[in-house]
C-alpha cells in the first residue's frame, strides 16, 4: 500500500504554512525572551512601614551599610560576622532604604558568592541575605530587624 491522498494534502496545508508558524512562533519567543530580560532588571518593590518611626540615617550611612553588606558576603567561606554588625542597629526603615541602595548585584547561588558571569545573576539583598545565612542565622538577623524577610 502506498500512501493515502489524504496525507498528501496535510502534508502540503503543513508545508505551505510552515513559514508563517515558524514566524509566529519566533516572534512569540522573541516577545517573551525580551520580557523576561527586561523584567530580570526589576527590583521588587519594598515600602517604609508608615507604623514605625521614619529612618534616621543620612544617604552616605546608608550607602556605607549597603557596601558593608556586599563586602561581607562576596567572598567564598567568609564569615557572616560583618553581615549581623551592618544590620546591627538599624530599623525596619532603615533596611528597607539599605534594600534600595543595595540595589540588584551580581551572584551566583552555585558559589555562594559574586560568582562569575555565566553562573551568576543579579540579585536583591534578600535573595544575597537568604542564600548566605543559614536558618539559625536568619532567626538571629530577625531578633535584630524583626520583619527582615517581610519587609
Known amino acids: 500500500m502506498g500512501p493515502s491522498i489524504t496525507s498528501g494534502k496535510i502534508g502540503s496545508k503543513i508545508a505551505k504554512n510552515a513559514i508563517p508558524i ?5 516572534v512569540g519567543g522573541a516577545a517573551y525572551v525580551g520580557y523576561k530580560f527586561l523584567q530580570k532588571d526589576e527590583l ?18 546608608v550607602m556605607a551599610v549597603a557596601e558593608r553588606l556586599y563586602n561581607g558576603m562576596k567572598g567564598v567561606g567568609s564569615s ?6 551592618a544590620l546591627t542597629g538599624l530599623t525596619e526603615n532603615d533596611f528597607v532604604r539599605v534594600y534600595k541602595v543595595f540595589g540588584k548585584r551580581q ?5 555562594g558568592n559574586v560568582g562569575d ?21 536568619i532567626r538571629q538577623m530577625q531578633k535584630i530587624i524583626p ?4 519587609v
Open 44 to 61: 521588587p518593590k519594598l515600602h517604609s512601614n508608615p507604623n514605625l518611626p521614619k529612618s534616621t540615617l543620612s544617604e552616605v550611612q
Open 107 to 111: 551572584y551566583s547561588a552555585f558559589w
Open 22 to 26: 515558524m514566524a509566529i512562533v519566533a
Open 80 to 85: 557572616n560576622e560583618p553581615v549581623f554588625s
Open 117 to 137: 558571569p555565566l553562573t551568576s545573576g543579579d540579585h536583591h539583598l534578600i535573595t544575597w541575605l537568604t542564600n548566605e545565612l543559614d536558618d539559625n542565622e
Open 147 to 150: 520583619n527582615l524577610l517581610n
